[in-house]
């Protein structure tokens, strides 16, 4: 993977051979919680161990962008072995640890997309360099300038590539249980957790049988 300093446009849609297609394995009972209707900027789609494709097995997606023509978001607590400083000298200072690029999905996976939390709530310039995903969590324009933004966010995390699904896709693989949507928050996003323990953590401060669910094995099929 050779990540490169340059960011997808927020307005591209993946194209149905682009989109992410997980499996889900036959015979499983289905779980499901939330509908398309639930899915917007800033929530989560956490796999359910009924999809098993290795690509999103045991998977937790912050969802970015939402709408009629697909769904595009990047898989969290992927870490990889590129560090930011590396690609990206001008950032590293603003990552949060580990200050590595981190996997966010299949699609072009070598764009680099970055998202920040901001410390502050008033309304920004068109060129500040951030547009807003939900609340706090904001997109990086990784042309601006950092040196501008030191102060105005938290942290930041890099990933390279992203998750997405064409029209009607996501839809029916919630319908066949395999993504629950849950509410996120900023946290989530710089989170330290990584692979079964951000699956765990999330699901963990859920209700219901989505709760007990996170005393199973994220991935089953590496039992």
């Given at each position: 993977?050779?990540?490169?300093?340059?960011?997808?446009?927020?307005?591209?849609?993946?194209?149905?051979?682009?989109?992410?297609?997980?499996?889900?394995?036959?015979?499983?009972?289905?779980?499901?919680?939330?509908?398309l209707?639930?899915v917007?900027?800033?929530?989560?789609?956490?796999?359910?161990?009924?999809?098993?494709?290795?690509?999103?097995?045991?998977?937790?997606?912050?969802?970015?962008?939402?709408?009629?023509?697909?769904?595009?978001?990047?898989v969290?607590?992927?870490?990889?072995?590129?560090?930011?400083?590396?690609?990206?000298?001008?950032?590293?200072?603003?990552?949060v640890?580990?200050?590595?690029?981190?996997?966010?999905?299949?699609?072009?996976a070598?764009?680099?997309?970055?998202?920040?939390?901001?410390?502050?709530?008033?309304?920004?310039?068109?060129?500040?360099?951030?547009?807003?995903?939900?609340?706090?969590?904001?997109?990086?324009?990784?042309?601006?300038?950092?040196?501008?933004?030191?102060?105005?966010?938290g942290?930041?995390?890099?990933?390279?590539?992203?998750?997405?699904?064409?029209?009607?896709?996501?839809?029916?693989e919630?319908?066949?249980?395999?993504?629950?949507?849950?509410?996120?928050?900023?946290?989530?996003?710089?989170?330290?957790?990584?692979?079964?323990?951000?699956?765990?953590?999330?699901?963990?401060r859920?209700?219901?049988?989505?709760?007990?669910?996170?005393?199973?094995?994220?991935?089953?099929?590496?039992?």
């Amino acid at each position: 993977m050779n990540p490169v300093p340059s960011s997808p446009d927020p307005e591209r849609r993946p194209a149905a051979d682009q989109a992410a297609g997980p499996g889900r394995r036959a015979g499983v009972p289905a779980l499901s919680v939330g509908s398309l209707d639930d899915v917007r900027p800033g929530s989560l789609l956490v796999a359910m161990p009924a999809l098993t494709d290795p690509t999103f097995a045991g998977a937790v997606v912050y969802v970015l962008d939402h709408a009629d023509t697909g769904t595009i978001g990047v898989v969290l607590g992927r870490p990889s072995e590129v560090r930011i400083g590396d690609v990206l000298p001008g950032w590293s200072e603003l990552a949060v640890e580990p200050g590595v690029f981190h996997v966010g999905g299949p699609c072009e996976a070598d764009t680099a997309l970055c998202l920040a939390t901001r410390r502050g709530s008033t309304p920004l310039p068109d060129d500040s360099g951030l547009r807003e995903v939900a609340g706090a969590v904001h997109l990086v324009d990784l042309d601006s300038d950092p040196a501008e933004l030191d102060g105005e966010i938290g942290g930041l995390r890099v990933f390279a590539g992203y998750a997405g699904w064409s029209a009607g896709q996501l839809a029916g693989e919630l319908a066949e249980g395999a993504w629950a949507c849950v509410t996120g928050i900023p946290a989530d996003v710089l989170t330290g957790a990584s692979g079964p323990e951000l699956w765990r953590s999330v699901l963990r401060r859920q209700s219901g049988r989505l709760a007990v669910l996170s005393t199973a094995p994220a991935d089953p099929s590496a039992n």
